[in-house]
């Protein structure tokens, strides 16, 4: 069974300062990893989705990266702004019917 | 573009009331899923989809029943409510084939009392 993993919890950083969230996972054997960011009482927006042959993916500020031999995948964000702050999740896709597992998320709260 | 509608946002139910949550997506998406989230717990799937006619169960399934008549729908219904029961509940929906992420819904927030 697959079991996703983010550490920290919960993330506090200065404005401006560049950061990384981790998500790992036990099971190599992805279809894809997205990642997702969820305001307090909000749906999840999707921020960027990697694909189980691609290495990374970027979206402005945001860049993630894939490593299935690893297990893990990485969430850059660079300059980070108040307006970054809310709870980040990763999402391994498994099999044929591609179904979600989540992480528990990381809580980033950047302080102007 | 609408993109996936959750319909209601809230919902207060009575123990053993009977009810449906309404998913709709206009995307013509082929995979469709059902999503609670409960603090500390997390995301965890109730029921999916990969196509109009077929249906599958997740990790939570039990007390919830769905169907998926069209491409568009997937209404999820809660048979007996309980207590146990109050959550957030996402509907999600993706192109499939590996072609695309998913898209939720903006939730609906269930309490049963």
């Known amino acids: 069974k697959q079991e996703v993993t983010q550490i920290p919890a919960a993330l506090s950083v200065p404005e401006g300062e560049n950061l990384v969230l981790n998500c790992s996972f036990t099971?190599?054997?992805?279809?894809?990893l997205q990642w997702f960011r969820q305001d307090p009482g909000k749906g999840l927006t999707s921020l960027l989705l990697i694909q189980s042959s691609q290495r990374e993916q970027t979206s402005g500020r945001l860049n993630a990266s894939l490593d299935k031999s690893s297990g893990r995948s990485t969430l850059y964000i660079a300059a980070s702004q108040p307006g970054d702050s809310a709870t980040y999740l990763c999402?391994?896709?498994?099999?044929?019917?591609?179904?979600?597992?989540f992480g528990k998320g990381t809580k980033l709260t950047v302080n102007p | 573009n609408a993109g996936v509608t959750q319909t209601p946002k809230f919902q207060v139910l009575k123990t053993g009331q009977s009810m449906t949550l309404q998913c709709a997506q206009d995307?013509?998406?082929?995979?469709m899923s059902w999503y609670r989230q409960d603090p500390g717990m997390g995301l965890r799937l109730i029921h999916y989809s990969v196509g109009a006619g077929i249906t599958d169960q997740g990790e939570v399934p039990n007390g919830y029943n769905v169907s998926r008549s069209t491409t568009e729908d997937f209404p999820l219904r809660l048979l007996s409510a309980a207590p146990s029961q109050t959550s957030v509940y996402f509907c999600?929906?993706?192109?499939?084939?590996?072609?695309?992420?998913?898209?939720f819904g903006s939730g609906t927030r269930l309490t049963v009392v």
């Open positions: 995307m013509n998406h082929e995979y």
């Open positions: 999600a929906s993706s192109p499939g084939q590996g072609v695309g992420g998913y898209t």
């Open positions: 999402a391994s896709s498994q099999g044929g019917s591609e179904k979600l597992v």
């Open positions: 099971d190599s054997a992805i279809y894809n």
